[in-house]
């Protein structure tokens, strides 16, 4: 049997299926995106844009999973992001801190998603707000596990005002 010849994709068609992917992710049809991402990838393995949406969508969606195997799809995901970081220089400089965000999400460390966002922020990418609003709220809910109710409203309302600018930029985002 002949393997199908890969066909090289150029940046529209790449940005066009982000886009459908995104579009799944924001219907919250994560089974989809994952599915998609993955023939994508399989099929067009030199376009690491697709690697990265196949990480994510491992474990996006914890629904009806224990603890425990949430900790394994989380693991899962961050390994497969970890790759990908080390390939970092190929990807555009707001790929760069997406894939940073997921991988800081997934390996749960919150406090490194929120400075990613002020960086990213602070360089003009104003889309990182939504780092500082998941990694801050994130940092919150520790400090309110350990009844550090100071501690606890600082990061919540830091999450508040990142999440305001977000929600400038882009209302309709689905999991904010």
């Known amino acids: 049997m002949k393997k199908k010849p890969k066909i090289n994709l150029n940046r529209d068609q790449i940005n066009k299926y982000m886009e459908q992917i995104r579009s799944l992710s924001n219907q919250a049809k994560y089974d989809e995106a994952y599915a998609f991402s993955k023939s994508l990838m399989k099929q067009y393995p030199k376009v690491l844009e697709f690697a990265y949406f196949e990480a994510v969508f491992t474990a996006e969606d914890d629904t009806g999973f224990t603890p425990a195997q949430i900790?394994?799809?989380?693991?899962?995901?961050?390994k497969k992001l970890k790759v990908l970081i080390k390939k970092n220089r190929y990807f555009s400089?707001?790929?760069?801190?997406?894939i940073r965000n997921e991988y800081y999400?997934?390996?749960?460390?919150?406090?490194?998603?929120?400075?990613?966002?002020?960086?990213?922020?602070?360089?003009?990418?104003?889309?990182?707000y939504y780092s500082q609003g998941v990694g801050a709220i994130?940092?919150?809910?520790?400090?309110?596990?350990?009844?550090?109710q100071?501690?606890?409203?600082?990061?919540?309302?830091?999450?508040?005002?990142a999440w305001l600018q977000f929600f400038k930029l882009d209302s309709k985002w689905f999991n904010s």
Not at 71 to 78: D, E, H, S, V
Not at 150 to 161: Q, V
């Open 71 to 78: 900790k394994i799809r989380y693991a899962r995901a961050a």
């Open 93 to 98: 400089s707001g790929l760069r801190g997406g």
């Open 105 to 128: 999400w997934f390996s749960c460390q919150p406090f490194k998603q929120y400075r990613l966002g002020v960086s990213l922020v602070n360089r003009g990418q104003s889309r990182f």
């Open 138 to 148: 994130q940092i919150s809910k520790k400090y309110a596990e350990k009844g550090q």
């Open 150 to 161: 100071k501690l606890f409203l600082k990061w919540a309302i830091k999450s508040e005002k």
